[in-house]
């Protein structure tokens, strides 16, 4: 009962505050959904009829898509029983783990893949804190590497967790436990990709973000 609320509330919170952060950019709603689209269509589509671009540059933009697409899934499939306060079962449950095993390869692929071009140096992490600490805005290119790995820190949990518990290993106790640190170790996930897009949003509409997925 405490994570439906908690999870229901925090998401609304982080929606409405990237909404309302993309409105004092001149963003407005229909604007967003273009931009997405555009991203999707770059990063996705056109890039892979780019003759210029590499195949490990076209691959790179494939995973995080696939990755992206995946968690889509995953979060449709689990967020109405959260809400509606019932479990998973039948359809819902197959499509969700199906997705599950996808996603963990995918991840895999996309640790791999993007690791590289997500380094942070002191140096960035130093103007980050300066942007912080005098409330300035924040570089979306730093943001996007700092979010990068906080999603792979909520992954982790998120996964291991869940296939603990495929073992006779825990009591009852223990598979609750385990069973909690799924659940908000996805929720800090979800709240974390909400301001991946946001950050990718805000540096497509500088133009910024073209061909890209990790800048």
């Not at 994570?3 to 004092?24: D, E, G, M, N, P």
């Not at 555009?38 to 990063?43: I, L």
């Not at 889509?72 to 359809?91: A, D, E, K, N, Q």
Request: with cysteine; net charge positive; charged share 15%.
């Amino acid at each position: 009962m405490i994570f439906r609320i908690v999870s229901i509330i925090t998401i609304t919170a982080a929606i409405i505050y990237v909404l309302r952060k993309l409105k004092t950019l001149k963003i407005s709603h229909k604007e967003l959904w273009l931009l997405t689209k555009q991203d999707f269509g770059e990063n996705l589509i056109n890039v892979w009829r780019e003759k210029s671009v590499s195949i490990f540059q076209k691959t790179k933009s494939a995973v995080a898509y696939i990755c992206a697409i995946l968690f889509l899934i995953l979060f449709i499939t689990s967020f109405p029983p959260v809400v509606f306060g019932y479990h998973m079962s039948g359809l819902l449950m197959m499509l969700h783990v199906q997705a599950a095993l996808l996603m963990s390869a995918a991840i895999v692929f996309l640790v791999f893949l993007h690791s590289s071009g997500s380094q942070l140096s002191l140096e960035k992490l130093s103007k980050l804190y300066e942007d912080i600490k005098s409330q300035e805005s924040l570089d979306s290119q730093i943001m996007l590497r700092v979010l990068f790995w906080l999603n792979i820190v909520f992954m982790l949990p998120a996964m291991l967790s869940i296939i603990l518990m495929l073992y006779p290993l825990f009591g009852t106790e223990g598979l609750e436990f385990l069973a909690d640190v799924h659940r908000w170790s996805v929720l800090l996930l979800t709240i974390s990709l909400i301001f991946v897009q946001y950050f990718r949003i805000v540096l497509i509409s500088a133009g910024k973000a073209k061909g890209v997925y990790n800048v």
